[in-house]
């Protein structure tokens, strides 16, 4: 196997003194004299090409560099850092590096490749441009073996290093606790969010997130805890939104449950399609981890410390995971050194940038504490989405505390790796759905999504545990199914289906009523209205075969048709002899439709618009066709149900395009109470000095605060009962105060 990498061009891009210290590695016999570059290249590569260079380079190697140089020249000969720490970390090499080493310690690749690019056994690439580096001050993106050392028999007979057959990276410490991951919350709780959106639509904020008071009915709706609970359903309903499940009403501010089958299938695949979609759909979220302040982030952002999109981070660290989940658990330390290609910034920073910023800090200017500076954050970051990622159930964690709060290692969640196994089709075993008799169903043990999103179309949820969910058949919750075409035959032939046992009769009875009220009345939902002036004309229109095969009638002289049969409805009016006005806008239909014929309403077509009929039904008496008249008692009730004088005025100079007459306004203002009601009551009127005699008064008895009323806008006047004048007469004796009764002697 060769490679299109070449050892002359890598050692033409490095500085001279690089080129002679791989010489003097390789142990070349060097003039005395100055030698230049060129001649130095020369030398290496006529060393490099016989063979004495490479065959005295292996004899330095150690088993771990071996092994690294062999999956190299094995595996079509060049490797990001990430993807040969990945291949290496599987192999035996590894296993007995790793009981060399600190067990806290990662397990480094980039020292071992150093190495090899002292020795001049493999080149460097820059991962912008993929051209050789210029400086091994830096460890490079990728590295390869170049095609003349592959073509020396030494190497090219290399045999890629024995796998490990249960390689372990991790010895986890004897304190600390093991906490499991499991997606089946998070993929219950996703249908469950689903169909609250699909009964209530959540009202958003400007920016389209869902609100602190939507969040907590959805939290509370979910049964979570009300401190955490509104963090989870906006991670829930991120993934809703990533899963192509929630429809946004950006005119109304509404986000609602999208019904598509095709996205619905989710419900009823098996568990392993159902993971991998939830890990699709995080994988393409934005947004701040939960344990990082959104300031942080974007100051981070910023300062640009982060040059990737969270989704991107998200996509590499779950990626890496289920690549390397074959070994087991992973230290957060290896994680971090796995995803930024062992040197700080790899992870979070475009190649060029992480370059410059290396470059400059290996010389010891100020940008070393930048470089610990971004060290810190990167770890942050990794350490905050594998919590992340543990949350949703995807990774088993160990941490140190009690707490579960310092993070140390994690792994694919043993849940996971047994969804994956799994047959796509296979359900998991040891649940049921029992129906009792007062109406509640129980979906007991672990029951398939598929199960329970049956169930969400005809109940209500009443409680969540992870044992079973309850749930209780109410009228409310079955209009809903009937509104989605369901009736009462196949809600009870699937209850039957799920609980392997006929209905009890009372609800076998309840839904069958139910079913036959809620047909009493029936919306339909975008057709188009036919009217008539007569019911001799309908009937006749009626006779016609293909008339009658599109047209409902709804009464005497309306019928309804599908707005697709306009065109056959209209050609066969046209065939009777009738050319149909067109009315697109009811409301605008009916200004100037009526005219005064004395004290009624006269219409001025021969089939009044329905919108001109509806109007005057709301407060006028129908006398007879195309004729009503306006009554005390229609008015009155029009009142009733909140339509006043003015509307009703204004409605009817609309209909007639003429200014109400003046008599009319006024009977209108009388038969509706608009002028209010009058009161008569007898009282006296006081006079006293002053207002502060009157109030000083007042505070002295509390009966004389409850009789004298002061009147506004007169100072040191009060009126009284006559009721209570006599009494009012004796205290004020008693106080002695004279009372000069005008009209009395």
Same mark, same amino acid.
């Given at each position: ?109 980039? %020292? ?35 095609? @003349? ?52 639509? &959540?009202?958003?904020?400007?920016? /389209?997130?869902?609100?602190?008071? #939507? ?10 805890? %009300?401190?955490?609970?509104? %963090? ?54 934005? /947004? ?53 290609? #062992? ?27 930048? $470089? ?69 169903? $129980? ?18 949820? @009443? ?24 009736? &009462? ?87 009777? /002899? ?42 006028? @008496? ?10 005390? @008692? ?51 009127? $006081? ?20 009789? $004298? ?37």
């Amino acid at each position: 196997m060769t490679t299109g990498l070449s050892l002359r061009e890598a050692l033409q891009a490095y500085v001279r003194p690089i080129v002679e210290s791989i010489a003097q590695n390789l142990k070349l016999e060097l003039p005395s004299s100055y030698v230049r570059k060129s001649e130095l290249i020369d030398l290496l590569c006529q060393a490099v090409e016989d063979g004495t260079a490479v065959r005295t380079a292996l004899e330095m190697l150690d088993p771990v560099a071996r092994a690294i140089l062999a999956l190299l020249a094995t595996n079509e000969g060049v490797a990001s850092l990430s993807q040969l720490a990945q291949r290496f970390l599987m192999t035996e090499a590894a296993q007995q590096m790793r009981k060399e080493v600190s067990p806290s310690q990662p397990l480094l690749v980039s %020292e071992v490749v150093y190495l090899l690019l002292r020795l001049g056994l493999v080149v460097g690439l820059r991962e912008q441009t993929g051209s050789y580096v210029h400086s091994l001050d830096i460890i490079p993106f990728a590295v390869g073996v170049p095609k @003349e050392v592959m073509a020396v028999p030494a190497v090219a007979s290399l045999a890629s290093p024995p796998q490990a057959s249960n390689p372990q990276l991790v010895d986890l410490p004897e304190t600390g606790q093991i906490v499991p991951g499991d997606p089946t919350p998070i993929l219950r709780q996703l249908l469950f969010l689903w169909h609250e959106l699909r009964r209530q639509p &959540a009202k958003l904020l400007r920016d /389209g997130s869902l609100g602190k008071r #939507e969040s907590r009915r959805l939290a509370q709706a979910l049964a979570l805890d %009300e401190t955490t609970g509104m %963090e989870r359903v906006a991670t829930l309903y991120a993934l809703l939104q990533a899963l192509g499940m929630v429809e946004v009403d950006t005119a109304a501010q509404l986000a609602r449950a999208w019904e598509d089958p095709g996205v619905m299938q989710i419900w009823t695949s098996g568990p392993a399609a159902q993971i991998e979609a939830i890990i699709r759909a995080y994988s393409t979220l934005e /947004g701040s981890p939960d344990r990082i302040p959104s300031a942080d982030l974007k100051q981070w952002y910023k300062r640009r410390y982060i040059h990737h999109s969270m989704s991107i981070l998200r996509q590499r660290v779950i990626s890496l995971l289920l690549e390397m989940q074959g070994v087991g658990w992973l230290s957060v330390d290896q994680i971090v050194s796995l995803l930024n290609e #062992e040197h700080t910034g790899g992870l979070l920073l475009e190649a060029g940038t992480r370059e410059s910023l290396l470059e400059n800090a290996s010389k010891g200017t100020g940008w070393a504490y930048v $470089l610990g500076e971004l060290r810190v954050i990167e770890y942050t970051i990794v350490e905050a989405l594998l919590q992340e990622q543990h949350r949703l159930g995807l990774l088993d964690a160990f941490y140190h505390d009690a707490e579960a709060q310092a993070l140390y290692a994690v792994r694919i969640s043993d849940a996971v790796r047994q969804f994956e196994e799994s047959p796509p089709t296979s359900v998991s075993a040891g649940w049921s759905v029992v129906l009792q008799p007062d109406f509640q169903v $129980l979906a007991l043990g672990p029951t398939p999504s598929s199960v329970l999103a049956t169930i969400e179309g005809f109940t209500e949820r @009443e409680s969540v545990d992870p044992s079973v969910v309850t749930y209780r058949i109410t009228h409310e919750s079955t209009y809903g199914a009937f509104q989605r075409g369901e009736t &009462a035959d196949t809600l009870l032939a699937q209850l039957s289906e799920l609980t392997h046992a006929e209905p009890p009769q009372n609800v076998r009875r309840s839904l069958e009523a139910w079913y036959a009220q809620y047909e009493r009345i029936v919306v339909h939902r975008q057709v188009t209205i036919l009217h008539v002036d007569s019911p001799a004309l309908l009937e006749a229109l009626m006779r016609d075969p293909e008339l009658a095969r599109h047209v409902h009638p709804i009464d005497a002289t309306t019928a309804w048709f599908h707005p697709s049969a306009a065109g056959v409805i209209e050609a066969r009016l046209m065939e009777h /002899g009738h050319l149909a006005a067109k009315v697109k806008d009811i409301v605008e239909a009916r200004r100037e439709s009526v005219r005064w014929q004395g004290d009624e309403l006269e219409s001025v077509r021969a089939a009044p618009g329905l919108g001109t009929i509806g109007t005057l039904a709301r407060f006028a @008496e129908r006398v007879s066709e195309g004729h009503w008249r306006l009554t005390p @008692e229609r008015v009155q009730r029009a009142a009733g149900l909140g339509i006043d004088a003015n509307i009703i005025a204004r409605w009817l100079e609309e209909l007639t395009g003429a200014s109400l007459p003046s008599r009319w306004r006024t009977r209108l203002r009388a038969w509706t109470g608009y002028f209010g009601q009058a009161r008569v009551a007898h009282v006296r009127l $006081l006079q006293f000095e002053n207002t502060a005699a009157l109030d000083e008064l007042r505070s002295l008895d509390r009966r004389l605060k409850r009789w $004298l009323r002061p009147l506004p806008d007169a100072p040191g006047y009060a009126t009284v009962s006559d009721a209570h004048w006599d009494e009012l007469q004796d205290i004020l004796g008693e106080l002695g105060i004279a009372l000069d009764i005008e009209g009395e002697p």
